[in-house]
């Protein structure tokens, strides 16, 4: 089935720091992959999505300077926290899809990045 | 607006049945899904519904109605590793995914 590889599981940094999660599909291509946020106890939260060759469409509310996002190839995409605060401690999921929009493949997600900035 | 609404937290016995409800009001559907999330982890597809009726997949079957609505995720001969919380996800027209808040279950022995 299909496969989403996300790395590294575990970040804890200092403040100020920039941080870069990376997020791959190991047997498909993804034109399309999605970053999510999850706080403890509450649902996703789509931050963007994830369009290869082309710049990210960021939902309503999200910085698109603070969280920079680059999908370089079909198997790649990458999210990186710039100048990361506490308060972008989180966790961070992204998931990718085999095939179009309009079809009925779910999203497979990665395992997720658990995020502490002390 | 747009909203999907679960209930937040259920709980059932060990070798029970439970049915976790999703109703949902969307601009246009295009699919319904359900995922399975353990604490601390990513989600994991469970079941996708695009017609009315029920899916069945082991344990596990999924139902919906698109005239109501409506879907409910129902687990059968519950397992304690059953415990985790429950995504219900809808399609809308644009093909954006809509994320309820999930269910989370308890599996009492």
């Known amino acids: 089935g299909a496969v989403v590889s996300q790395h590294p599981s575990w970040v804890i940094c200092k403040s100020g720091t920039s941080v870069k999660i990376e997020c791959r599909s190991l047997d498909f291509q993804a034109t399309t992959m999605f970053w999510y946020r999850q706080f403890p106890k509450q649902s996703l939260m789509l931050m963007a999505t994830?369009?290869?060759?082309?710049?990210?469409?960021?939902e309503q509310g999200v910085e698109k300077d603070k969280f920079l996002i680059n999908h370089a190839s079909l198997t790649l995409s990458t999210l990186t926290v710039t100048s990361a605060h506490p308060e972008d401690s989180s966790f961070y999921i992204c998931s990718a899809r085999d095939g179009g929009e309009r079809g009925n493949q779910p999203q497979h997600f990665g395992d997720g990045t658990r995020l502490s900035i002390l | 607006g747009q909203n999907i609404d679960q209930p937040t937290e259920m709980t059932a016995t060990e070798g029970a049945i439970v049915q976790i409800n999703c109703t949902y009001q969307t601009s246009g559907f295009n699919g319904l899904f359900w995922y399975q999330q353990h604490a601390g982890e990513a989600p994991t597809f469970l079941s996708y519904n695009v017609l009315d009726g029920l899916e069945e997949k082991g344990r596990f079957s999924s139902f919906l109605s698109r005239s109501k609505g409506y879907s409910y995720l129902l687990l059968k001969e519950l397992q304690m590793k059953d415990s985790a919380s429950y995504l219900c996800?809808?399609?809308?027209?644009?093909?954006?995914?809509?994320w309820g808040a999930g269910t989370k279950l308890i599996i009492k022995p």
């Open positions: 994830s369009n290869e060759g082309s710049k990210a469409t960021y």
């Open positions: 996800a809808v399609k809308n027209s644009n093909y954006q995914l809509i």
